[in-house]
């Protein structure tokens, strides 16, 4: 194998690793529901038997001042629940992403009660990384205001493809889940929920079936993004032989 090939093989290897930590740092940080972050926010009427008070004005600046890349979120509040809490740059972590929480999980077990906790809504934006989609199991793919996406975790989760980043929403249920891909719109630059979202500048890394509508965007992405990423592998898979 050539040095070229080698390298090629040693880049893909990482990006995979990557992926697949950042995977479990969402799942950890989705698990934990921003354990600290809430229970701040829930400081005045007890972390497991108070609801938060919608997030203050200073968070809420420092979450519009994200200096890093565009952010996205659903607004003030999400289907009755106030925005509770948001990272901002002080709880940044950039293998994680920034994100954003609704309401909370004390009408069904508690933060510190038994069984897991849900919250109604979570957004996590993060600067996508080359992986591939297999390690999210059960899945699906489709176009969600302009942009490709994949639909898991029992139509729970669902990952959308935008810019330079990958915008990720966890809730407790399908019909949150879809609302907030309808409602999401940018925290920290202009914006409306109105439209559809900038396409993706890279080629996301979809794992199985893609309709005709899908294979369009895939195909037109700007700088043909997805032909000149495919070419990269052929190119490597070539040095290889």
């Known amino acids: 194998m050539t040095s070229a090939a080698t390298a090629a093989r040693r880049s893909e290897r990482r990006h995979v ?21 809430l ?26 001042t994200f200096p890093y890349y565009r952010v996205y979120w659903a607004g003030p509040s999400f289907a009755g629940h106030p925005l509770a809490a948001a990272d901002g740059q ?5 293998g994680v992403g920034d994100s954003v929480y609704y309401g909370d999980c004390v009408q069904r077990k508690g933060i510190f009660g038994g069984g897991s906790c849900l919250l109604p809504l979570q957004v996590t934006t993060v600067i996508y990384g080359l992986h591939s989609n297999a390690t999210l199991g059960s899945q699906y793919n489709m176009v969600i205001r302009g942009v490709p996406a994949t639909v898991y975790d029992e139509g729970r989760s669902i990952e959308l493809y935008s810019g330079r980043v990958a915008i990720d929403i966890f809730s407790d249920s399908f019909a949150h889940a879809s609302r907030a891909a309808t409602e999401l719109r940018p925290l920290n630059a202009p914006g409306t929920a109105a439209g559809q979202l900038p396409p993706p500048v890279y080629c996301p890394g979809l794992s199985g079936a893609m309709n005709a509508e899908l294979s369009r965007v895939m195909a037109n992405l700007p700088r043909h993004a997805c032909q000149r990423a495919a070419a990269a592998v052929a190119f490597a898979d070539s040095l290889s032989r």
Do not use: D, M
């Open 17 to 37: 690793a990557e992926a697949a930590k950042r995977r479990v740092a969402l799942a950890v940080r989705r698990s934990s529901v921003g354990l600290l972050t």
């Open 39 to 64: 229970c701040a926010a829930l400081a005045v009427g007890g972390c497991a038997t108070g609801h938060p008070r919608p997030i203050g004005a200073r968070a809420l600046a420092e979450a519009e």
């Open 90 to 94: 002080k709880g940044y972590n950039s």
